[in-house]
């Protein structure tokens, strides 16, 4: 934006000078009658005024111009139309300032997050829509500009290529969301989806078509319970994804189960064959049709369907039941021919057949019978009447108009049976039943079948040609009355065909039974009675009774039953009262004969009843021999009588057991606790803890009579013999019996309580029969006994077969007692060897038990001590004898046995000499304990000392250090601190003793004591640690020398005279020496000149003295520098020689600042001397002694 003042006083702005100002603030370099706003934005707008002056004549100021900014509205331009994936760009253009506008993009109102004024974007079809922007420069925002409504036009699709089809249309390219359709040529079968859509230039997944066929047979056949076989096969150039079977229009898969199978094959060589077997097929379950179904990839399927025809033909009687064979008596026969299938043959024909050659027979058919069974079965019945019928083979043939027709066979027989009708047998008794055959040939076998029973075969006579006829026969025996009835008789002749008759038997017999059992033996008490019935379910004419074969004249009737016709006997019944003499089997018997069979026939009961008088018998039986503290069952039986409810009961001695099943010892205590159970009959100990003394017995009462039996004891299975306890040393040979007593030969064996194997040396057993029982001794025997593997708890076990018991045991490691590995000592001091052993015998491993004696004391090993030394560094081993060998008396404290050895006189020399024990078991088998000679560990010499005296921390006058005492020992140390005679007790010079806890390890015990001193004095220390291990007594002195601490120490350096500068000083430690150094700069020198005791360049403290050599550091000197020259620039420094300065000159000026300073240096050195002199002074009185 352009400003312009104008002025009256300067038209056109030629010669006078302008001043513009912004809200009264002038804006720097305008000075022109024109002013260019810069940038127009928010920090542009404001109030402009203008001032002209023409000849140094100001104007007024003139009235403001107000500004403000905007900025213009912009337009969208570019393409209004744009394809699918391609890039295409928009812009916002404003007249407004466009370098510095920032732009913002929206679409459809919604932000596109684009500051550029261009907005380049690859579009695709979602893009298409309403697209505004807007410009923002310095703030200022422009308004939206108009809709720019863009489309996105979707891309076409090229046509494909398919091999062996066609598509359609027969366009280059179809547009968006067109389709393309892809049809296979002949033979050819599509794989996927016909239809490719077309989306925005790309076709959906293309088809393809490949040659696929399915061959399978038209129709399959099959007889009714044969296979039916149903095979299709696939060929093509890709392989099928399935291959199903579906039956009669269903959708649902044929799977393979009960009688079918199916065999999906598999693709091979372009080609794949699946067959479904269908065993036992029928025609209602499996004819109909069958399709195959191959299907390949994206679902296609090509299919094919095949009939399965199921077929049946049979020959029935005129009943419709089904025969084989054919008898003919007249010459003539009449029979049907039944077909089922799933439709009706044309007609049936008739053949008769003599081994290959068929001849057709001369029949006169009647007319077909046909109907329908279940949804399938067509049944085709029709007749056919035969004349002059001759022996053989007739065969039906219906006629379907294929080749698959099936064919029923049937054999005849000519001829006629003859038999006897009148057959009788008493009930137990044999009858030969017999029937005669009359024909043409000889029959190869003969049965007789009775009821619904099973043919029996019959013997077979010889054929007689002359006659013409044939015996045939069956011996039956009459065992019961069902064997009385009509018998079918029937030959079979050699073509297999059979001519029947019917022969008749009748059996009689008569049953009998007692009131207390049907049959069998009645066993009654004496005086009771019982009555006996006698049946006859075929009735009889009258009933005689009998007692073996004597028959009863004075039996007494009690009841006679008829039957409808009051002619025959069906049931009659006696009493009977049981005597002594009454022992013997009873039986009946009746008579009978009819109008047609005349003759009677006897017949009595096949078995009879069996009457005797009681004794019971009670008997008590036990199981096989058992184990202490297991369970045992007695047994009672006795005769059961009918009629009398038997009571049990149970003694244990001469005492009735309590019904609760409990037995008490004299002293009114439990002794075994049992149950009763079978009503008493049975009597169970639960746990036989330990042996019986008492026989036990059983009684059974019968109303008021009481029978007993006879007296049983338990047999018992046990360890009568095993040890408490088995002792042993290392190395010792160990011997452990154990008894085994039952009733045969026990296997003894030892293994650890866990049943897991005992290593030993061997079992021996050995077994004796004493006083009725058995008894096995095993012993154990142990070569070596070794602690590690053999001690601990022992099970002896005794088995008889599937039976055992066991006892368990501890083995018990005798040995040393724990014992010190270090012998301590000091030197020319004694050292003692203690031996230690335990001396008595233990009833447990872990030794918390010990065994006792029958009087009551503890049973103790015999063990004697012996000792041996060897030399430091030496490899043998001697008796340690001699006069400064001495050993003490055994003693014992807590079961352990104690012997020292007192070795005198110890030298230097002899610390690391090695001590051994050895200790001499004597075995005692009676107390279980086998010894031998044991040595112990060795024991090494070793001394007691103060093993380290340490001092921690610097020791400079007035610091604070720390002294350590290390002691090493037999026992726990006692451990003091002296002030070289005298303990530290002053606690305002020392701290207290800090004891560190005692440590122990196979090396002694360990303590360190600390002690801290609170401010070293100024003279040297001795500290001495004093230690107590019992009876020994060790010290050992520290001498601590003491330093001054030179860090401390503070220096002064030259001050005055010329001029000085500051020089570069080191100070530097080393091992607590100090050297302080001033190094002077260039163009100066170091003052005072030349070299004294008082002032240097290095000023040295020694640790020991405590001060400085020298007392001052010297000073730096300038030699000056010159002026500034004209031109502000500074020159070299001067020259010694251009300052003015001469060596004699500045000698003198120093002279005399030495004598001030060496007067004033006095003064202090006095005042020091006294502060030295009274500070000790007061110390002194507070530390007595101890800093001189």
């Known amino acids: 934006v352009t400003l312009t003042c104008t002025s009256a006083s300067d038209s056109g702005g030629s010669g006078g000078t302008y001043e513009w100002k912004k809200d009264t603030t002038t804006v720097n370099g305008a000075t022109g009658y024109t002013y260019n706003v810069p940038n127009t934005d928010n920090t542009a707008a404001g109030s402009y005024t203008c001032l002209v002056t023409v000849s140094t004549v100001a104007s007024s100021e003139s009235t403001g111009l107000s500004l403000s900014a905007t900025v213009a509205k912009p337009t969208v331009t570019g393409s209004a139309t744009v394809e699918s994936a391609s890039t295409a760009t928009l812009s916002c253009v404003t007249t407004s300032h466009i370098d510095a506008a920032v732009y913002s993009w929206a679409k459809d109102g919604n932000d596109l997050g684009n500051a550029n004024q261009d907005y380049v974007h690859t579009f695709a079809l979602t893009d298409s829509g309403s697209y505004t922007c807007k410009a923002d420069i310095g703030g200022i925002q422009s308004e939206d500009s108009d809709a720019f409504t863009l489309t996105v036009q979707a891309r076409d699709c090229n046509k494909p290529t398919i091999d062996s089809g066609t598509v359609t249309p027969d366009t280059d390219t179809v547009a968006h969301e067109a389709t393309y359709t892809v049809a296979c040529v002949e033979t050819y079968t599509l794989v996927g989806t016909s239809t490719m859509t077309c989306t925005d230039g790309t076709l959906s997944t293309a088809p393809a078509c490949h040659l696929l066929t399915l061959t399978c047979e038209d129709a399959v056949y099959a007889l009714d319970g044969g296979d039916l076989v149903i095979s299709c096969q696939y060929s093509g150039t890709v392989a099928p994804t399935s291959i199903e079977w579906f039956y009669d229009g269903s959708t649902t898969a044929l799977a393979a189960g009960g009688s079918i199978a199916v065999d999906a094959g598999s693709f091979a060589s372009d080609a794949q064959t699946s067959t479904v077997t269908i065993t036992a097929a029928t025609i209602e379950s499996h004819s109909g049709e069958y399709e195959c179904k191959a299907t390949i990839a994206d679902a296609d399927a090509i299919t094919h369907t095949v009939n399965g025809h199921v077929r049946k033909a049979m020959i029935v009687d005129s009943s419709g039941n089904d025969v084989s064979q054919v008898s003919v008596t007249t010459g003539d026969m009449t029979v049907s021919c039944k077909v089922e299938a799933d439709e009706n043959p044309s007609f049936v024909n008739w053949f008769f057949v003599d081994g290959d050659t068929e001849t057709a027979a001369t029949v006169t058919g009647g007319t077909p019978d046909t109907s329908t069974t279940g949804t399938k079965t067509k049944v085709y019945t029709v007749s056919a009447a035969f004349s002059s019928v001759q022996e053989g083979t007739y065969k039906c043939s219906p006629n379907f108009g294929d080749t698959h027709s099936p064919a029923a066979t049937f054999t005849t027989t000519v001829g006629t049976i003859t038999g006897q009708t009148c057959n009788f047998a008493k009930l137990g008794d044999s009858v030969t039943l017999t029937c005669t055959l009359h024909a043409s040939a000889a029959a190869k076998s003969v049965t007789f079948q009775h009821g619904e029973n099973a043919a029996a075969d019959g013997t077979l006579g010889s054929f007689d040609d002359t006659n013409k006829q044939q015996d045939g026969t069956i011996v039956k025996t009459a065992d019961d009355l069902s064997k009385g009835g009509d018998y079918v008789c029937e030959f ?83 009493s009977i009262t049981v005597e002594n003499t009454s022992d013997g089997e009873y039986f009946c018997k009746g008579d009978y004969y009819t109008d047609e069979c005349t003759t009677p026939h006897e017949f009595k009961s096949p078995t009879g009843v069996q009457i005797s008088h009681i004794q019971p018998e009670v008997t008590i039986s036990g199981g096989d021999a058992i184990a202490l503290n297991s369970a045992y069952t007695f047994s009672c039986s006795f005769t059961s009588v009918t009629g009398y409810t038997p009571s049990v009961k149970w003694y244990y001695g001469q005492g009735i057991i309590a019904t609760v099943g409990k037995i008490y010892d004299d002293t009114g205590d439990v002794k075994y606790s049992g149950e009763f159970s079978d009503n008493n ?123 055992s018991t066991s006892k368990s045991f501890d083995v018990v490691n005798l040995g040393f007692a724990q014992m010190s590995t270090n012998i301590w000592t000091v030197v020319g001091g004694a050292a003692m060897v203690v031996c230690k052993a335990r001396g008595e015998l233990y009833k447990k491993s872990d030794y918390s038990e010990v065994l006792m004696a029958s009087d009551g004391s503890t049973m103790k090993p015999t063990v004697v001590f012996s000792f041996e030394y060897q030399a430091t560094g030496g490899d043998t081993w001697e008796a340690a004898t001699g006069a400064r060998y001495s050993l003490g008396s055994v003693g014992s404290q807590g079961g352990i046995l104690e012997q020292a050895l007192t070795v005198s006189d110890i030298a230097a020399a002899e ?234 000159g500045i000698k003198n000026t120093f002279s005399k600042f030495h004598i001030y300073t060496s007067i004033v240096a006095s003064l202090v050195l006095v005042g020091v001397v006294y502060l030295v002199v009274h500070n000790r002074r007061k110390r002194s009185a507070t530390t007595e002694s101890r800093i001189p």
């Open 681 to 803: 009959s049975k009597y169970t100990i639960t746990s036989v803890s330990s042996i019986p003394t008492a026989n036990f017995k059983c009684y059974v009462s019968y109303g008021d009579f009481l029978f007993k039996s006879s007296d049983a004891a338990i047999p018992l299975m046990y360890i009568s013999t095993a040890p408490k306890a088995v002792n042993a040393v290392e190395g010792a040979e160990v011997k452990v019996t154990c008894v085994g007593v039952g009733t045969s030969v026990a296997t003894i064996t030892f293994t650890k309580e866990d049943n897991s194997a005992y290593p030993n040396d061997g079992v021996d057993t050995t077994d004796a029969v004493v006083d009725g029982v058995t008894e096995t001794t095993g012993v154990m025997t142990i070569n070596s006994f070794s602690s590690s593997t053999n001690s601990g708890s022992v099970k002896c076990t005794s088995t008889w077969g599937q039976s």
């Open 492 to 574: 079979t002749m050699a073509t297999d065909a059979t001519i029947s008759t019917t022969v008749s038997l009748g059996v009689r017999g008569a049953t009998i039974e007692s009131s207390d059992a049907s049959s069998g033996t009645i066993s009654k008490i004496v005086a009771d009675t019982t009555s006996l019935t006698c049946k006859v379910d075929s009735g009889s004419r009258s009933i005689k009774w009998y007692k073996g074969t004597t028959e009863m004249s004075d039996v007494q009737i009690t009841d006679t039953t008829y039957d409808s016709t009051g002619d025959l006997i069906t049931q009659q019944i006696v």
């Open 911 to 1144: 610390v690391g000499q090695k001590f051994r024990c050895m200790a001499e078991y004597t075995s005692d088998p009676t107390k279980q304990f086998f010894g031998a000679t044991i040595t112990s560990t060795e024991m090494e010499m070793k001394l007691s000392q103060i093993t380290d005296m340490t001092v921690s921390g610097d020791t400079y006058i007035g610091r604070t250090v720390t002294l350590s005492c290390a002691v090493t020992g037999n026992t726990e140390p006692t451990i003091n601190f002296f002030d070289d005679t005298q303990p530290l007790a002053d606690s305002a010079f020392f701290e207290d003793v800090v004891y560190a806890d005692v440590a122990s390890d196979s090396a002694g015990y360990h303590r360190t004591a600390t002690v801290k001193i609170k401010g070293m004095p100024s003279s040297a220390l001795k500290i001495v640690c004093e230690a107590q291990l019992g009876t020994v007594f060790l010290s050992k002195p520290e001498f601590m020398t003491i330093y001054h601490d030179c860090s401390a120490l503070e220096y002064k350096q030259y001050k005055g005279g010329p001029a000085v500068v500051t020089g570069e000083i080191s100070d530097q430690m080393d091992n607590g020496n100090r050297v302080v150094t001033v190094t002077c700069p260039a163009s100066s020198i170091a003052w005072p000149f030349g070299t004294s005791s008082v002032y240097g360049l290095e000023l040295t403290c020694d640790k020991t003295v405590g001060t400085f050599g020298r007392k001052k550091l010297k000073a730096c000197y300038s030699y000056g520098k010159r002026k500034r020259s004209a031109d502000n620039q500074t020159s070299d420094e001067m020259s010694q020689e251009e300052a003015g300065i001469t060596d004699e």
